[in-house]
């Protein structure tokens, strides 16, 4: 079967992916209610350091590597690693975290990242992304691939991404969405009908239902979302656009439209200058993550125990700190899973640790875990997809047995 891509631009809405949908509506009506598992990817962007996020405290190759930056040991000083599980330890401002750890609802994979070498920020998050390291060539993204797995209905309303375009991890042929917000998510005022009606003639003949659908989804979201509150309960959400991204997602998928896959981006993680351990420009990116976690979280409420919130970022930082305060581009990191299907109150992957002669290409943390493992635990884990289909979301890539994270 041919597939395409349609891509609408408009206001804040910046672009929008389908495939060939039939109508929609009955089926995503039908989805309503039915308690539907749903997987929350975020992606920092920028090559966050795991090492400050998830301190290594037990190590003491840390501290001798990062005298200036490094996370105190907990209980040693004001604003020191809130400790885990006597090795590891939370960045002080990750705090609001801590209660999901304790309730063995956040998990951390640590020394975790991608086999190919790379030190480029575009082609690590294209492999990280596409699910295909090292290859280039890749024209969908691994979440997309999932959804054309799976697709029984064809609803453009199980992908949606909160940024102002097509993440690579969504595009492909399968039907997804990518908006700035539910509020601006069509042209407003008297120009939006005829907006709608000149770009439905525009498209070819072959698209033009295509095109219809494509509005109907954005009516379709809009009603759904119109008459709810923007939360059940008092959350007070980071005015930042991360926060406000987690936000519309809540929204999103408290409105019952059959959501399955949310993506957000937090962005500005690469620091090679004054970066800062327990206070600074990492210390702030922190708290902006895990304030807006724990409010999406909060928001959530029992939709938490269908949900797995899933952290990413493309690679981590050089393990010793450099001349000016800060890290440089490296290899192995940390991934969070947070939500009620999460195996938690454990560190996953074996740790290689920092001493001289463990470290990758001797630099950098080395990745024993490879992020295709994580991603395919939560596909068939939480998602529910049989390890068969595995290749086809994963190509060129056999995961393990399991990491055992998600169940």
Known sequence: MVTRRLFVKSSAMAMLSMGFAPAFLTRTAEAAGKGRRLLIA?????AADGLNIVVPHGDADYYRLRPSIAIPRPNSADLAAIDLDG??????????LKPFWDNKSLAVVHACGSPDATRSHFDAQDYMESATPGVKSTSDGWLN???AVTDLAHNPLRGVALARQMPRS????APALA???VGGFAVRGGAAQSFEAAYVRAADSVLAQSSAEAFDAMRTLQRATANRPATETRVDYPRSPFGQALQEIASIAKADVGLEVAFAESTNWDHHVNEGGSAGQLALRVDDLAQGIAALAADLGDRLADTVILTMS???RRAAQNGNG???HGHGNAMFLIGGPVRGGRVYGRWPGLAPESLYDGRDLAVTTDFRDVFADVVTGHLGADRAVLARIFPGYTPSKGLGLVG
């Open 42 to 46: 975020i992606f920092q962007r920028g």
């Open 87 to 96: 090795q590891f330890g939370l960045h002080p401002r990750l705090a609001p």
């Open 145 to 147: 691939r999932y959804l």
């Open 170 to 173: 969504l595009q492909g042929p």
């Open 179 to 181: 908006i700035g917000s």
């Open 314 to 316: 493309e690679f981590g």
């Open 326 to 328: 800060g890290t440089d």
